[in-house]
């Protein structure tokens, strides 16, 4: 059984920072990304970072610069460094692992096949809160 628990969530001021964490266990596909999502009340849920399995990251456009996102294989966790928080970015942020890129195929209409990827994660973990005042 996998599971993902996320801690270090909590409220600060505008340009204050906080360090997520998620502990893993039971999770042994390293060769898979993992990644943190947010998602704030009334929005969908979106991508903040991820880091793939020889440690490549990628981040959302509104985080780069201020988000840092790194593992520890040893300790099988998760981090997230934010800086620089802005009232944005407050959401709930979710642990992700097992995350990859699925191809689909959706039948629009008649003849009309739209083919695409998304990219999807197995395993979650419950989410921590983060909180950011102006």
């Known amino acids: 059984q996998v599971l993902l628990v996320e801690s270090g969530g909590g409220s600060v001021q505008a340009g204050g920072s906080l360090n997520l964490s998620c502990a893993t266990s039971?999770?042994?596909?390293?060769?898979?990304?993992m990644g943190w999502f947010r998602q704030a009340p009334g929005k969908e849920r979106e991508e903040v970072a991820s880091i793939s399995g020889d440690g490549s990251a990628t981040f959302a456009d509104s985080v780069k610069g201020r988000f840092t996102i790194s593992k520890d294989k040893k300790k099988d966790t998760l981090y997230l460094q934010m800086i620089s928080l802005k009232p944005e970015d407050t959401a709930m942020y979710y642990c992700?692992?097992?995350?990859?890129?699925?191809?689909?195929?959706?039948?629009?209409?008649?003849?009309?096949?739209?083919?695409?990827?998304?990219?999807?994660?197995?395993?979650w973990g419950q989410g921590t809160q983060v909180t950011v005042s102006s």
């Open positions: 039971g999770y042994t596909y390293t060769n898979y990304d």
């Open positions: 992700a692992a097992g995350c990859y890129y699925s191809a689909y195929d959706v039948l629009r209409g008649p003849g009309a096949l739209e083919r695409g990827e998304q990219y999807v994660c197995d395993y």
